[in-house]
């Protein structure tokens, strides 16, 4: 049992609609806050927030946000006890974690050992596997490309060549046919290498049909540890995820039990503590897998909090100070149906290829039922330097139904412009029946969803004809606005006026 301590100002070594979340539940809390900021930032939204802000490098993250020594450095500036690491960035990297608890700081996360262990995949498999918790079939890692080739065999195609230090789909390759293995087996190798520092692959069995399904967890140093229901993340785009639901219409209350249970034995084989996501994939019949822990808040962890009316941001504050969690039992009663929108700056009719640019409108969608998450504003830039994501918007409902209504007609009222951005692609989304009937796996949007089908671009022939209407409509505009318009008296007062108007409703 951890010795309870104070938390007397939290630095957040992240930047964007995080940092701004996080900022929020400090603010709630009395909890005074430090932002850290690029070049590139400098008149960010978690800047303006923040109670004090420090100026940590230049735009490129390796100059920035990924500076353990400036991030150190800032806490110290500014008196800051605790680190919070948002996710992303240095969210799970246990080096970083291991220097800020050596700094005598608080590290508003799991323990260094346990991100070490589930943020390699092989170590994660051979820990968790001792508990019982069912794997997808594959090779153990640190094999020769001539014995990969030969546990390929065993395991059978399709496959996936995956890196071990790898995430967000980076390190990973679909092989289909013992023909493309080799030339999978290097690009993967090379791409880890690349971006991880580390060219270690391994092999996995590719489920086909399959779903994407997590489980949140919450563990304090009392010996607790409970999971609070799934979210369903099947809609991705080369692995990288679009939209997030909870409950998923998929389980039933024997699978939820059952994969509850597993992801509360993953997170107790590494001693687990503070918020975490067990990661599966389960196949048409229901048979589940371990896929991977991520050993911080994930992005889509606002459905989980509007079903629960559990604030996870406060909790791992909680549980860092050495308290117990709020709800010390896997008791919980979920209400209603959440979906998150990831809007992110990107052109889903080219590709999705990234957008940049200055936003010159932003009109945020509001009412009951709607929640954003967002680190931007009108004027703000999109540069290159981080990921493209620009808020999220997420909608609760009694049921997925009324969720979905909601979440359509937030799109709707969202307006984002001077940028391409990803909203056409999601109301596209809640228009295709396989969505609406929850018929859905982790291949959909690549394999079998395509924007032509529901909606177009405009032709150079449209594009044309709605320029030389905007010129004209803007031209009249200004012609009425420089004439002096004065309007009729009247013969009568206003109160006569409503009387006359009344009397003709009857």
């Known amino acids: 049992m951890a010795e309870q301590t104070n938390i007397n100002k939290v630095l957040i070594a992240n930047r964007g609609e995080i940092a701004v979340r996080i900022i929020r539940t400090c603010r709630d809390l009395g909890i005074p806050t430090v932002a850290v900021w690029s070049d590139a930032d400098r008149t960010a939204l978690h800047v303006r927030f923040a109670d004090e802000a420090v100026h940590i490098g230049e735009p490129a993250p390796a100059s920035s946000y990924l500076r353990k020594d400036a991030l150190i450095e800032a806490a110290r500036r500014t008196g800051a006890d605790a680190i919070h690491p948002g996710y992303g960035f240095l969210a799970e990297n246990a080096d970083f974690a291991q220097q800020v608890?050596?700094?005598?700081?608080?590290?508003?996360?799991?323990?260094?050992?346990?991100?070490?262990?589930?943020?390699?995949?092989?170590?994660?498999?051979?820990a968790v596997t001792r508990h019982g918790v069912p794997l997808i079939p594959g090779s153990e890692a640190g094999l020769r490309d001539q014995d990969l080739g030969a546990a390929a065999v065993r395991i059978g195609y399709p496959l996936l060549v995956k890196a071990v230090a790898g995430g967000g789909g980076v390190g990973m390759r679909k092989v289909l046919q013992a023909e493309d293995f080799e030339d999978a087996l290097a690009t993967a190798r090379r791409e880890a290498s690349s971006a991880f520092g580390n060219g270690d692959v391994y092999l996995e069995r590719l489920l086909t049909g399959a779903r994407h399904i997590e489980f949140q967890i919450l563990a304090d140093t009392h010996g607790n540890t409970i999971h609070l229901g799934e979210r369903e993340c099947s809609i991705q785009r080369r692995h990288q995820k679009l939209v997030e639901e909870a409950p998923s219409v998929f389980m039933d209350a024997d699978l939820r039990e059952r994969m509850g249970a597993m992801a509360i034995a993953a997170a107790r084989s590494v001693g687990y503590v503070n918020a975490g996501t067990i990661e599966c994939m389960v196949d048409r019949q229901r048979n589940f897998y371990f896929l991977e822990m991520n050993t911080r808040l994930q992005v889509e962890h606002p459905v989980t909090e509007l079903i629960t009316g559990i604030d996870l941001v406060r909790e791992q504050i909680r549980i860092a100070r050495g308290r117990p969690m709020t709800r010390e039992e896997n008791l919980y009663t979920p209400y209603g149906h959440a979906i998150e929108c990831r809007i992110n700056a990107e052109d889903p009719y080219m590709n999705f290829i990234p957008s940049t640019g200055r936003i010159s409108t932003l009109i945020t969608p509001t009412g009951p039922g709607v929640r954003v998450d967002s680190g931007v504003y009108a004027g703000f830039e999109i540069t290159p330097w981080y990921d493209s994501m620009i808020a999220k918007l997420i909608c609760w409902g009694e049921d997925r139904g009324e969720a979905m209504l909601r979440m359509r007609r937030a799109l709707g009222e969202y307006t984002i412009m001077g940028l391409k951005h990803n909203i056409?692609?999601?109301?596209?989304?809640?228009?295709?029946?396989?969505?609406?009937?929850?018929?859905?796996?982790?291949?959909?949007?690549?394999?079998?969803?395509?924007?032509?089908?529901?909606?177009?671009?405009p032709t150079s022939n449209e594009t044309e004809t709605a320029a030389?209407?905007?010129?004209?409509?803007?031209?009249?505009?200004?012609?009425?606005?420089?004439?002096?318009?004065?309007?009729?008296?009247?013969?009568?007062?206003?109160?006569?006026?409503?009387?006359?108007?009344?009397?003709m409703q009857r």
């Open 101 to 126: 608890l050596d700094e005598g700081l608080v590290w508003i996360g799991p323990p260094p050992s346990a991100i070490a262990t589930m943020g390699d995949k092989q170590a994660a498999r051979s």
């Open 424 to 457: 056409p692609f999601h109301l596209n989304l809640l228009n295709s029946f396989s969505f609406i009937a929850g018929r859905i796996d982790t291949g959909f949007v690549d394999e079998r969803f395509n924007m032509k089908t529901y909606d177009r671009s």
């Open 468 to 503: 030389i209407a905007a010129t004209l409509f803007a031209h009249r505009r200004r012609q009425l606005a420089a004439q002096v318009v004065t309007a009729p008296e009247r013969d009568t007062s206003n109160w006569k006026w409503v009387g006359r108007w009344e009397r």
